[in-house]
């Protein structure tokens, strides 16, 4: 069994900083592409960002391009996300999941492409 644990949400103002953590269990991390997900009340999970298995590739939703930065360490079986420049409405639950395949290529930013999630971390922007 998978789990991934999330940290690093709290409370800061516009033009802030965060950086959230994922930290994975079992030994195969090295073999998925990673991607985070965020979701407001009243509102479906949307994606944020995904990083390649191998930390090569990365892509990013258009809301968050420019401000937000996902990354990888397989040795710490763990994946950042470094956002800057926060916003009000960046604000919501964060979530990292892994994909379903392994070393796959592509561009995955459905739900359905995720089978592990971890258990969300607030971020709350204020203005």
């Known amino acids: 069994q998978v789990q991934l644990v999330e940290s690093g949400g709290g409370l800061v103002q516009a033009g802030d900083s965060l950086r959230l953590s994922c930290a994975a269990s079992?030994?195969?991390?090295?073999?998925?592409?990673m991607g985070w997900f965020r979701q407001v009340p009243g509102k479906e999970r949307e994606f944020v960002a995904a990083?390649?298995?191998?930390?090569?590739?990365?892509y990013y939703a258009d809301s968050v391009k420019g401000r937000f930065t996902i990354s990888r360490d397989n040795a710490k079986n763990t994946v950042y996300l470094q956002m800057n420049s926060l916003k009000p409405e960046d604000t919501a639950v964060y979530y990292c999941?892994?994909?379903?395949?392994?070393?796959?290529?592509?561009?995955?930013?459905?739900?359905?492409?995720?089978?592990?999630w971890g258990q969300g971390t607030q971020v709350t922007v204020s203005s």
């Open positions: 999941a892994r994909n379903r395949r392994q070393y796959v290529g592509g561009d995955y930013r459905s739900v359905y492409d995720y089978d592990y």
């Open positions: 079992g030994r195969t991390f090295s073999n998925y592409n």
């Open positions: 990083i390649r298995w191998s930390g090569g590739l990365t």
